[in-house]
């Protein structure tokens, strides 16, 4: 059987999702817990790898178990009892053992958050980019939309091992823009994201805003496909996986 989870977490304390040699994960983290509670060893598979430090509000989780718990109410009061708490559950329902929170993913949806103005509020350090530079919100809009529909974003992300060189195709149905005093909020809706690729857009939009390249640049990565042509990598504390869509 399939359980699927739906996960919160704060990326700060973390190395990104995988496991790794180096310090904590999510996933050793929730994979630990989980063999807790269900008494055997569990494969567990996330519908996004998220980086080091990107947190998720939405994460999506396929649990394999043949142990499956009879009251899944209780369930989730007691895996979140022996998770750290940067992590929860938020809820769980079954699932056909073909279900794959990755492959059957039909969207996800992105949320980068940016604080403005020359003095960050400490409690935002590790979930906003600081961008303290005037910034020219016609020409923000402006590089947003370059990026919305079907493209070749292969200019626009940083290469990782397994990416196959015609892989990188992918629809953006959406970017939005939310504006306050001291905040700005880029909403990112698509298909599929390639590894990197909402901060590379994040941060070439700012680049682009602050007047350090042009439109045209940020339109000759995507026509290139070179890295090159975009802005600099938002970092990764500004980002937050609010959804996945199945």
């Avoid at 699932?95 to 996800?108: Q, R, V």
């Avoid at 504006?179 to 939009?205: H, P, W």
């Amino acid at each position: 059987m399939i359980l699927v989870l739906e996960i919160a977490y704060d990326g700060a304390p973390f190395l990104g999702w995988r496991k790794n040699n180096q310090g904590p994960s999510i996933e050793a983290a929730l994979e630990k817990a989980l063999t807790q509670i269900l008494q055997e060893p569990v494969l567990i598979n996330a519908a996004s790898r998220t980086d080091r430090g990107v947190h998720a509000l939405g994460q999506v989780v396929g649990v394999t178990t043949s142990n499956p718990p009879k009251n899944l109410q209780s369930f989730v009061i007691g895996l979140n009892s022996q998770l750290p708490p940067e992590i929860r559950c938020l809820s769980v329902k079954t699932a056909p053992d073909s279900f794959h929170p990755t492959l059957d993913a039909k969207a996800k949806e992105y949320r980068y958050s940016i604080s403005l103005g020359p003095v960050q509020i400490p409690l935002l350090r590790h979930t906003h980019w600081h961008v303290h530079y005037d910034l020219d919100f016609s020409l923000l809009t402006q590089a947003k939309d370059l990026f919305i529909g079907t493209h070749d974003f292969r200019g626009l992300c940083n290469w990782r091992k397994g990416l196959k060189e015609d892989d990188t195709i992918r629809t953006v149905f959406d970017i939005s823009l939310e504006q306050s005093e001291n905040a700005l909020f880029f909403t990112f809706k698509g298909d599929r994201f390639l590894y990197k690729m909402v901060r590379n857009i994040v941060g070439t939009c700012i680049w682009i805003a602050r007047g350090k390249i042009s439109l045209s640049s940020a339109q000759e990565a995507l026509k290139t496909r070179k890295r090159s042509h975009a802005g600099t990598t938002a970092p990764a504390h500004g980002l937050t996986l609010i959804s996945v869509s199945y």
